[in-house]
């Protein structure tokens, strides 16, 4: 979808090129999903600090069943086609933020570059901080899923996962790793930091599958 807000002067990350924000549609009538609050702040959720990084030694790397092992300095990362996406995103320890604007790479513009073996079932997002979450591979190619380096304009503040995270409009937010330094395609699940301490696998937010 095409915003048509667009004035002169705005940057190709001003300009929203995908809507995302109607993907509740297809789980009922309500935008904010069952047991959250809406809230204008943009809390910070870590497991522990901050990590530091060097831009100098920084690369994201992708590895596992691909054709092709990949390495990205973080201006190559940059350099990648992007969009500009407007999203919800969703806590699942109960605060929702409406109208997020991310920009980055698509999941599938890494996935294609790299060539997906035909057995690969499954993702593991990996983070500087230690972190790691799961997504099956179906769950990765849908609509929204991006490496984002933008918000709202800017660089993606480092509380937020600066210089790269994930983001997951379709999941809970523990599904997006904040500071991703690389993907590992997998032939087999292997459970993340939170999916192996208890939080739900398939997070569907407006199914309430907090816990798995
Ligand atoms: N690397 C990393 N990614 C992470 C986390 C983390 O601790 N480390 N926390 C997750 C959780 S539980 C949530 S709710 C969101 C919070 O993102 P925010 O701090 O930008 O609000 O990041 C997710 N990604
Ligand atoms: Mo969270």
Not at 10 to 31: F, K, M, Q, S
Request: aromatic share 14%.
């Amino acid at each position: 979808m095409t915003d048509t807000s667009a004035t002169d002067g705005d940057t190709a990350a001003d300009v929203v090129t995908e809507d995302l924000t109607d993907r509740y549609r297809e789980y009922g009538d309500d935008r904010l999903p069952p047991g959250q609050r809406e809230t204008d702040a943009f809390p910070v959720l870590s497991k522990g600090e901050t990590p530091a990084w060097d831009p100098d030694a920084f690369a994201f790397e992708v590895w596992g069943a691909v054709e092709d092992r990949l390495a990205f300095s973080i201006e190559e990362f940059r350099d990648l086609p992007s969009v500009t996406q407007r999203q919800d995103f969703h806590c699942v320890t109960g605060w929702s933020k409406f109208d997020c604007r991310f920009t980055g790479v698509p999941f599938a513009e890494i996935a294609d570059r790299a060539g997906v073996r035909d057995d690969v079932e499954h993702v593991l997002f990996h983070a500087l901080d230690g972190y790691t979450t799961n997504l099956s591979l179906d769950d990765c190619t849908e609509p929204g899923v991006l490496f984002a380096y933008g918000y709202e304009g800017g660089d993606l503040p480092a509380d937020h996962g600066g210089p790269i995270r994930v983001v997951t409009p379709h999941k809970y937010a523990y599904k997006g790793a904040k500071w991703v330094s690389g993907v590992e395609f997998l032939t087999e699940k292997t459970l993340g930091y939170w999916e192996k301490r208890g939080y739900s696998d398939t997070a569907n937010p407006w199914n309430e599958e907090r816990y798995g």
